[in-house]
């Protein structure tokens, strides 16, 4: 005897609670500036969360996807709709939204800090990302998960050029990478593994106007500063740069 099947009807009235479940993205923008990785800002506008900043996000409408919409609240909130975003996780702790059940999925990005943002209806500013210290609802923690797969990209994924000049030099480079990771790098071990990952072309060209010894001038390869491309990350060998 064959079994009966059930509705979507039937499934969603024996289920209403379940999909009574908001769905929102977030997205955390890094950008970099005076030897400093900072991050994009909004003032929040619920009263629960007064005078508290929070990541840019918004709840997905009905008619959009998932991946869709964090390109769409960063278009609407900052004016850009050339950034790559990367996915980092999703968050779904019980009581994180004080309007009750909302699941959200974050995406990261690098941006030069130059960028002309357009300014909405709340403040949006760039801030220090060692400075911050609560955001509201969960966001501090997902900046911090944020931050955290940031740093163990930086190594395997040639992801952070669009953070500097066209032309730079390697300890101006160095002073970046000190940036994320939040350490100190030993220079000659620094420059060795940059040396083996072959993504800078050498312009045989010296600094000028600098109060230290010039460095040679790099740039990226052309590849490299715009979509980078994604492969499995590799933990122990941006944690080795340190070592």
């Not at 609407?76 to 702790?93: A, S």
Request: aromatic letters at 8%; a neutral charge.
């Amino acid at each position: 005897m064959p079994r009966s099947l059930k509705t979507a009807e039937i499934e969603k009235n024996s289920h209403l609670d379940y999909f009574n479940i908001a769905v929102s993205v977030d997205c955390v923008i890094f950008g970099y500036d005076n030897k400093e990785l900072k991050v994009l800002l909004i003032k929040s506008d619920l009263e629960e969360f007064t005078g508290l900043w929070s990541l840019l996000g918004d709840l997905v409408r009905l008619d959009e996807d998932i991946e869709s919409a964090p390109y769409r609240v960063l278009k609407e909130r900052t004016g850009l709709d050339d950034v790559y975003l990367d996915q980092v996780y999703t968050f779904g702790d019980l009581g994180r939204h004080p309007s009750g059940r909302v699941i959200t999925t974050a995406y990261y990005s690098l941006i030069d800090i130059k960028h002309q943002l357009k300014l909405t209806h709340n403040e949006l500013h760039w801030h220090k990302v060692n400075d911050i210290r609560k955001l509201a609802f969960d966001h501090k923690n997902i900046l911090d998960r944020s931050l955290e797969r940031l740093r163990e990209q930086v190594m395997e994924h040639p992801i952070i050029f669009n953070l500097l000049p066209e032309k730079f030099s390697l300890r101006e480079l160095q002073d970046l990478y000190q940036a994320i990771l939040g350490v100190n790098l030993d220079r000659r071990n620094f420059r060795k593994k940059i040396a083996h990952k072959d993504w800078l072309l050498d312009l045989d060209e010296m600094e000028n106007d600098v109060p230290h010894r010039p460095g040679k001038l790099y740039k990226a390869k052309t590849q490299f500063r715009k979509n980078p491309g994604k492969r499995k990350t590799n933990r122990a060998e941006a944690r080795s740069l340190i070592d």
